[in-house]
């Protein structure tokens, strides 16, 4: 056999297999609940892609720690970015990283960490974001909408719901099958609306008159499909997904801070960031 027919013969067996769904590339999302009564401890890896930007956030999750860490690849000043933030209630310790304008890390008590969010206005990006909106809440919306059970993905059920502001208009899906304390997603989800659980599914727009739509005036059972449809596939089309829902031990290191070639600054700085458009620097 000639060289060149082996390679011939090795290209139509790979071919082959993609076509039978074989491909290297997961297309399902990775989802191991088990029990959707016990407290989730493991990971959970959510992924953005929208023209040449893709934003991949990862959490580890324990019964009293979390951590959110988000990165970016591609995109004008985005290359290689990272933030992220540790809440570790055994410790009593807050943690927020960032390599945006140099490469940063701050701490707070919890209770410190409590008062700054309710007396700092943020922009509608993540506090550990300054640079992106894809997993971040509103600064001020009215829920205009919900749907309990709206959309399942593998065998996760998620709910709907729908925000608005004068400008903006928020959606997104999350779900009350994830147990983790309300009050530690929170902190690392500024913002979030009351009747929210775990946020896995966020598209922001321009407001386009939503307040006239109610709960049950408005949709049909049927209308309520085809607006999640369209909604689904709108996110979709900007590869808005769930990559991985996986439970297992978390190491406590996850929880710890051991970057060196980050320099420590105080909060103070770290948040002038945002208010200021200052870098992160702390002189």
Same mark, same amino acid.
């Given at each position: =056999?000639?060289? *060149?027919? @082996?390679?011939?013969?090795?290209?139509?067996?790979? #071919?082959?297999l993609?076509s #039978?769904?074989?491909?290297?590339?997961? !297309?399902?999302?990775?989802?191991?609940?088990?029990?959707?009564?016990?407290?989730?401890?493991?990971?959970?890896?959510? +992924?953005?892609?929208?023209?040449?930007?893709?934003?991949? %956030?990862?959490?580890?999750?324990?019964?009293?720690?979390? @951590?959110?860490?988000?990165?970016?690849?591609?995109?004008?000043?985005?290359?290689?970015?990272?933030?992220?933030?540790?809440?570790?209630?055994?410790k009593?310790q %807050?943690?927020?990283? $960032?390599?945006?304008?140099?490469?940063?890390?701050?701490?707070?008590?919890?209770?410190?960490?409590?008062?700054?969010?309710?007396?700092?206005?943020?922009?509608?990006?993540?506090?550990?974001?300054? /640079?992106? /909106?894809?997993?971040?809440?509103?600064?001020?919306?009215?829920?205009?909408?919900?749907?309990? $059970?709206?959309?399942? &993905?593998?065998?996760?059920q998620?709910?709907?719901?729908? /925000?608005? $502001?004068?400008s903006?208009?928020? +959606?997104?899906?999350?779900?009350?099958?994830?147990?983790? *304390?309300?009050? =530690?997603?929170?902190?690392?989800?500024?913002? =979030?609306?009351?009747?929210?659980?775990?946020?896995?599914?966020? *598209?922001?727009s321009?407001?386009?008159?939503?307040n006239?739509? !109610?709960?049950?005036? $408005?949709?049909?059972?049927?209308?309520?499909?085809?607006?999640?449809?369209?909604?689904?596939?709108?996110?979709?089309?900007?590869?808005n *997904?769930?990559?991985? &829902?996986?439970?297992?031990?978390?190491h406590?290191?996850l929880?710890?801070?051991?970057?060196?070639?980050?320099i420590?600054? @105080?909060?103070?700085?770290?948040?002038?960031? /945002?208010?200021?458009?200052?870098?992160?620097?702390?002189?």
């Amino acid at each position: =056999m000639t060289q *060149k027919l @082996r390679y011939l013969l090795i290209l139509v067996a790979l #071919c082959t297999l993609n076509s #039978c769904g074989f491909s290297s590339e997961t !297309k399902s999302p990775i989802i191991e609940l088990s029990d959707t009564n016990e407290p989730f401890v493991g990971k959970i890896v959510l +992924e953005n892609i929208e023209d040449n930007t893709k934003t991949e %956030v990862t959490f580890h999750i324990d019964v009293n720690s979390i @951590r959110r860490e988000q990165t970016h690849q591609g995109g004008e000043g985005l290359l290689g970015d990272k933030a992220g933030i540790i809440v570790n209630y055994d410790k009593d310790q %807050v943690i927020l990283y $960032n390599t945006s304008g140099g490469a940063k890390w701050t701490e707070y008590t919890i209770e410190e960490y409590k008062n700054t969010l309710a007396k700092v206005t943020f922009p509608y990006a993540s506090i550990v974001t300054p /640079y992106d /909106y894809t997993y971040s809440f509103l600064n001020d919306y009215t829920a205009i909408v919900a749907k309990e $059970n709206a959309l399942e &993905i593998e065998s996760l059920q998620l709910d709907y719901k729908l /925000y608005s $502001n004068l400008s903006l208009r928020q +959606e997104n899906f999350d779900t009350d099958e994830i147990k983790v *304390k309300r009050e =530690m997603i929170a902190l690392v989800f500024p913002n =979030m609306p009351k009747d929210v659980h775990f946020p896995l599914l966020f *598209k922001i727009s321009k407001n386009t008159g939503d307040n006239n739509l !109610k709960n049950e005036t $408005n949709l049909s059972e049927k209308g309520w499909k085809d607006k999640i449809t369209q909604v689904l596939n709108e996110l979709t089309t900007t590869a808005n *997904k769930v990559k991985s &829902i996986q439970r297992g031990e978390v190491h406590p290191s996850l929880f710890e801070f051991k970057e060196e070639d980050f320099i420590k600054t @105080r909060p103070e700085y770290f948040f002038n960031s /945002y208010n200021n458009g200052s870098s992160w620097g702390d002189d």
